[in-house]
């Protein structure tokens, strides 16, 4: 694809393949298939995060770290989605609270990953694509509700993740198009 003017931003393929997943979910109608791809970016960033950090521990070089917690109170909400959100200038108390649930308030995202994003994950993808037994229904108003509440945090911790492993590729896919620097 060829941005206005011609230009073509450079990204690296590693950010082009989650921000594809990314782009999957927000093109999706269905609320299990969006879930699916935010889920599995937020899963297989720490995985690349592993990878990454042994190569750069084997040559010598120093090994990122990140400290990724949910935030504690409705300043640090707000304070989160500015960051990823930088065109979005106002937001209601509504969404406030569906974005970040007060029982997952203050906890780290790899726990919030673990224990709550991830048997939903399960149970979604047995529905959907293995052969295990199925544990969720596509149609009872419970499941949909369930997948419904945690969508829109998947879809913020997406794009914190992929801000934070990518910030010089998330800073060149947010600018407006045509304002791509070339190289």
């Known amino acids: 694809m060829t941005f206005a003017g011609g230009v073509t931003p450079h990204l690296n393929d590693d950010f082009c393949h989650y921000a594809s997943l990314y782009r999957e979910g927000m093109n999706s109608n269905s609320a299990f298939y969006r879930f699916l791809c935010f889920y599995k970016i937020i899963e297989s960033i720490p995985a690349r995060r592993r990878r ?88 009872k108003l419970e499941h949909i509700q369930k997948v419904n509440l945690w969508l829109p945090l998947c879809r913020v911790l997406a794009r914190l993740m992929l801000q934070n492993e990518f910030p010089d590729e998330f800073a060149l896919a947010m600018k407006p198009v045509g304002t791509f620097p070339t190289r």
């Open 52 to 139: 990454t950090a042994e190569a750069a521990k084997q040559a010598g070089e120093e090994v990122r770290r990140f400290r990724e917690v949910m935030p504690v109170n409705r300043d640090e909400v707000l304070a989160l989605l500015k960051e990823v959100y930088p065109w979005r200038v106002q937001w209601d108390s509504f969404a406030l609270d569906q974005i970040v649930p007060a029982e997952i308030m203050g906890k780290r995202i790899s726990g919030v990953r673990e224990k709550v994003l991830n048997p939903l994950r399960i149970g979604i993808a047995h529905a959907l694509l293995n052969t295990g037994e199925v544990r969720i229904s596509l149609d």
